[in-house]
């Protein structure tokens, strides 16, 4: 070193670092050095390479398929963004000075609450009275403010009673209407400075739902007879779906013993007893066996005697999800507990997206029976429309129980997983807000995925259920962000605990009625609890004009979560109702796989054939119908033939247009073997939920036909349900063995 | 809003858009080495940028830019527990002493060479030899981004680009004539 100069310094000289004196001193040096000079070239030929190369790289990733940037999605988002600040301006600089003069405001204000909520508690021993508020982290602009994050509450000191019931701020909770909607009633905490509630909502570019792509290619029926109308304008679905548990909802009488049984008689009769307390697979609640009423599987019908058959339109999934708790548990479930139809539409099917001028899609197979040859089974799914990209913009404000029976590893981490997969649904039109689980996010544009991801990340368990209050923020959240135009929800998350806190139930029944009147819908996704199927959970979601679901496991969380960001909340048929209309010619007797026919009364007219329900975007429904033909040994022409016609009847979202949809079904011979993928596994599930039920309809099935069966047409099964379900054929297996 | 300004706020946003994504976009799939997640961060940045006063932004907009991209990035990484990042008050630690011994990558004086230099530096090295010879930003603009001081990340550039001279050249440890390493 010579004059104090070192290297760095004549690295800093070589690549134009130095400025004024130092500069100056250093070039004087390096003009008298050799070594210096021989330094600095060595320096800026190293610079030259690895400049030229990193330019290189940044060049070579700009020419990938992705272009090395940002996604298309990523540049609609952003321009969506620029957009909606170009319309803010010139508020937008005002607001943000605002809103952080409130924030201090609002800071102060939580300290002087918090103050005097120690007080309380320590004097009046009643910490459950208050619900502390504070800020935690207001929004950075300035860059030097690390690890910016969006507002949150925390639930501050939370009592530890839970179960102490506080009363619903009914008289407090102003209704939203749309008129007012544009002024954000929570003051505490601002949004972030990128919100804003004078943002203008654009066309919808975030995912598209897309058609289903088939696993096979299912028989797909031709319509008869509809009329072409316009695509209809969208309406929400009401009232809630599902009937999971069912534990006595109907009255059914005992049904008689099968003399043949030999699976389920040996193996319930000591499962059933065995009541783990823990699960086997670790996962889910104890399953709870009490409360549901020995049902009659329905039987044959005679064709020549009534010819039609309804079948039901609303089916719920949550059936699955009860067998799969008791199994969970090594248990092999009660008959009682096993609904078959729920079972089959627990799972995804193939089906094409109905034709533009159409609601609904169906799906229509005929093949002989696995368990039965003797005998055909003929297989429906129906599919309402899609939207993709026309649904209109999402404003869903999650409502997270946060009590302590949240943190079981199969609840709130799971939940929080699937919402961050969820979000992939989340376009950046809508909006997203989260109200408890600790925290609090102010509605934030989809746009801004890394603050929600931020958000659900820090959801946690461990406070008070605190139903009230919790639904309170919610509404307020929904009432600061409603627009005309979007579909606004409060989507409840909880495994049951949440209720607890509710002094009044009816109150809380009549206050989402009321916010549902304004435009501020509910729905209910239960994790499932021993409770399954809380009629007050079902009832209140029925009143908030939402659904009803429950979930113990990834899959179904997701699959519940899908179906309320994916638009399965907006209506695209109304009334309707479905019908399999057999030919006397050629079926002998039919009976349905599952769930109880209901023919119609003669002399009422089609409506009045089943419940008719208005079904969203993208649900679907399946619905198996053993066969016997008149003739077992097939005809030469039997595939000329029509075996059956499904007809389905709906009315359009907004009007009174009665549209009739036919599909005719030839009866077709075609091995099981060679059926469709979807045929053979339903099949499975039936075979399964027949031995379960130790149905007498059961034939030739045993479980290990059924695996067989499933084994076969696992298919591509991309979410693994598939795959789930023959893991419980395989158990079920084991335990009858064991027995 | 200056009266001379150029273009719109619109045109702005957008150019800073075309500009920088590439070099965010590298730079934060740098840092956390995902693609997906390094877009989503990129993404995020740009979309701050949208509520941000114009005129306190882009007389800085590139050091702006790295700034929240290299913030989200650590809330990322911090998320995952992968604290590889070089995080305020840890530079002295993390700069001490020659680059990591180097895994079986050949040593040749060529493009490649040069690359499997750089990858062969300590993360905060790499991060700033990147900041500096592929995004363009002086020491200043470095030491603002990455919260070090200039002398720091003055000292950071030296002792990446001597190692990648001793590695291509296939001198490793061998201390260059030239006067004596001193820290700040």
């Given at each position: 070193m010579t004059r104090g100069i070192d290297d760095i310094r004549l690295t800093g000289f070589a690549l134009g670092e130095l400025d004024g004196a130092e500069q100056v001193a250093v070039q004087a040096y390096v003009e008298e050095s050799e070594s210096a000079r021989r330094y600095v070239q060595e320096v800026r030929a190293t610079a030259r390479l690895l400049g030229g190369e990193l330019s290189r790289e940044l060049a070579a990733v700009s020419t990938a398929p992705n272009g090395?940037?940002?996604?298309?999605?990523?540049?609609?988002?952003?321009?969506?963004?620029?957009?909606?600040?170009?319309?803010?301006?010139?508020?937008?600089?005002?607001?943000?000075?605002?809103?952080?003069?409130?924030?201090?405001?609002?800071?102060?204000?939580?300290?002087?609450?918090?103050?005097?909520?120690?007080?309380?508690?320590?004097?009046?021993?009643?910490?459950?009275?208050?619900?502390?508020?504070?800020?935690?982290?207001?929004?950075?602009?300035?860059?030097?403010?690390?690890?910016?994050?969006?507002?949150?509450?925390?639930?501050?000191?939370?009592?530890?009673?839970?179960?102490?019931?506080?009363?619903?701020?009914?008289?407090?909770?102003?209704?939203?209407?749309v008129a007012d909607a544009h002024h954000p009633s929570i003051d505490e905490p601002a949004p972030p400075d990128d919100w804003s509630p004078l943002a203008v909502h654009q066309p919808h570019i975030g995912?598209?739902?897309?058609?289903?792509?088939?696993?096979?290619?299912?028989?797909?029926?031709?319509?008869?007879?509809?009329?072409?109308?316009?695509?209809?304008?969208?309406?929400?679905?009401?009232?809630?779906?599902?009937?999971?548990?069912?534990?006595?909802?109907?009255?059914?009488?005992?049904?008689?013993?099968?003399?043949?049984?030999?699976?389920?008689?040996?193996?319930?009769t000591h499962s059933v007893g065995t009541q783990s307390t823990r699960p086997a697979l670790g996962i889910g609640?104890?399953?709870?066996?009490?409360?549901?009423?020995?049902?009659?599987?329905?039987?044959?019908?005679?064709?020549?005697?009534?010819?039609?058959?309804?079948?039901?339109?609303?089916?719920?999934?949550?059936?699955?999800?009860?067998?799969?708790?008791?199994?969970?548990?090594?248990?092999?479930?009660?008959?009682?507990?096993?609904?078959?139809?729920?079972?089959?539409?627990?799972?995804?099917?193939?089906?094409?997206?109905?034709?533009?001028?159409?609601?609904?899609?169906?799906?229509?197979?005929?093949?002989?029976?696995?368990?039965?040859?003797?005998?055909?089974?003929?297989?429906?799914?129906?599919?309402?429309?899609?939207?993709?990209?026309?649904?209109?913009?999402?404003?869903?404000?999650?409502?997270?129980?946060?009590?302590?029976?949240?943190?079981?590893?199969?609840?709130?981490?799971?939940?929080k997983k699937a919402l961050k997969q969820s979000l992939g649904l989340i376009g950046p039109r809508d909006q997203v807000a989260i109200v408890g689980g600790g925290h609090y996010l102010a509605p934030t544009s989809g746009a801004h995925r890394l603050t929600m991801i931020n958000a659900i990340d820090r959801l946690e368990s461990g406070g008070l259920a605190r139903g009230p209050m919790s639904i309170a923020m919610a509404y307020e959240c929904a009432a600061g962000s409603l627009t005309p135009g979007d579909l606004t929800r409060v989507i409840l998350v909880t495994d049951g605990d949440w209720e607890h806190g509710l002094a009044d139930r009816a109150a809380a029944e009549r206050l989402v009625e009321q916010h549902a009147r304004s435009g501020v819908g509910l729905s209910i996704l239960e994790l499932g609890t021993p409770n399954l199927g809380d009629p007050f959970m079902r009832r209140l979601a029925a009143r908030g004009g939402g659904t009803w679901a429950c979930a113990d496991g990834y899959a179904e969380i997701r699959k519940a979560l899908a179906e309320q960001l994916g638009g399965g909340l907006i209506q695209v048929a109304r009334e309707v109702s479905a019908q399999a209309i057999f030919n006397p010619d050629v079926v002998d007797s039919y009976r349905p796989v599952g769930g109880e026919a209901h023919p119609p009364v003669p002399g009422e007219d089609f409506a009045s054939a089943s419940r008719p329900v208005d079904l969203g975007a993208g649900r679907q429904i399946t619905a198996l119908f053993e066969i016997i033909p008149i003739d077992k040994h097939l005809a030469a022409n039997a595939q000329d033939r029509t075996a059956l016609t499904v007809r389905i009847r709906y009315l359009e979202p907004n009007g009174q247009?009665?549209?009739?949809?036919?599909?005719?079904?030839?009866?077709?011979?075609?091995?099981?073997?060679?059926?469709?993928?979807?045929?053979?596994?339903?099949?499975?599930?039936?075979?399964?939920?027949?031995?379960?039920?130790?149905?007498?309809?059961?034939?030739?099935?045993?479980?290990?036909?059924?695996?067989?069966?499933?084994?076969?047409?696992r298919g591509g099964d991309e979410s693994g349900e598939r795959q789930e379900f023959i893991d419980l054929l395989r158990r079920a297996k084991a335990l009858a063995a064991r027995n | 809003m200056g009266e001379a300004r150029p273009a719109s706020d619109g045109e702005w946003l957008r150019s800073a858009v075309r500009d920088y994504e590439q070099r965010l976009v590298s730079y934060a799939v740098h840092l956390l080495g995902d693609a997906d997640r390094g877009r989503d961060v990129a993404q995020e940045t740009f979309m701050r940028l949208c509520s941000q006063p114009r005129e306190q932004i882009e007389p800085r907009l590139g050091e702006w830019l790295f700034t929240v991209c290299r913030n989200l990035c650590i809330d990322v990484r911090r998320k995952e527990r992968r604290m590889n990042l070089l995080a305020e008050g840890q530079a002295e630690l993390q700069v001490a002493g020659d680059a990591p011994p180097h895994a079986g990558i050949e040593q040749e004086e060529s493009l490649?060479?040069?690359?499997?230099?750089?990858?062969?530096?300590?993360?905060?090295?790499?991060?700033?030899?990147?900041?500096?010879?592929?995004d363009g930003l002086s020491y200043k603009q470095i030491a603002e981004v990455t919260h070090l001081t200039v002398t720091n990340v003055g000292f950071l550039i030296h002792t990446g680009l001597k190692n990648i001279r001793q590695r291509m050249a296939g001198e490793a440890g061998t201390e260059k004539p030239h006067g004596s390493r001193t820290r700040r």
């Open positions: 090395g940037g940002l996604t298309d999605a990523q540049h609609a988002a952003i321009e969506e963004e620029i957009e909606r600040a170009l319309r803010r301006q010139p508020a937008v600089h005002d607001m943000a000075i605002r809103l952080r003069r409130r924030n201090i405001a609002v800071m102060a204000l939580s300290m002087a609450a918090s103050v005097l909520i120690v007080f309380l508690a320590l004097s009046i021993l009643m910490p459950y009275l208050f619900h502390h508020t504070e800020v935690v982290k207001e929004p950075a602009n300035h860059p030097h403010d690390k690890h910016e994050t969006p507002y949150y509450l925390t639930d501050g000191h939370t009592p530890r009673d839970q179960r102490a019931p506080i009363p619903l701020p009914v008289p407090n909770l102003p209704v939203p209407s995912p598209d739902e897309g058609d289903l792509s088939p696993h096979d290619s299912p028989l797909v029926g031709v319509p008869h007879g509809d009329l072409p109308l316009p695509t209809p304008p969208l309406r929400l679905v009401q009232g809630g779906h599902g009937r999971a548990g069912r534990a006595a909802d109907t009255q059914r009488a005992p049904e008689q013993g099968h003399p043949g049984s030999n699976f389920y008689s040996s193996v319930n609640p104890a399953p709870d066996a009490s409360g549901y009423e020995p049902f009659t599987d329905a039987g044959f019908t005679a064709a020549t005697g009534a010819s039609t058959a309804a079948f039901p339109v609303e089916v719920s999934a949550a059936g699955y999800t009860n067998l799969r708790r008791f199994m969970n548990y090594d248990r092999l479930p009660p008959p009682e507990t096993i609904r078959i139809e729920e079972m089959l539409n627990a799972f995804t099917w193939a089906a094409p997206s109905p034709g533009p001028d159409q609601a609904i899609a169906t799906v229509a197979e005929l093949s002989p029976c696995p368990w039965n040859p003797d005998h055909r089974l003929a297989r429906i799914v129906l599919k309402a429309r899609e939207l993709g990209s026309t649904r209109p913009p999402l404003n869903v404000i999650f409502l997270v129980d946060g009590s302590e029976s949240m943190a079981a590893d199969w609840k709130m981490p799971l939940l247009a009665v549209r009739i949809l036919e599909y005719p079904l030839a009866e077709r011979v075609t091995p099981v073997s060679k059926a469709s993928v979807d045929f053979r596994f339903a099949a499975s599930v039936a075979e399964f939920g027949m031995l379960l039920r130790d149905s007498k309809y059961r034939g030739a099935a045993t479980l290990a036909t059924a695996l067989e069966l499933a084994q076969q047409a | 490649a060479g040069v690359m499997a230099s750089l990858a062969s530096l300590s993360p905060n090295q790499q991060e700033v030899i990147r900041l500096k010879f592929q």
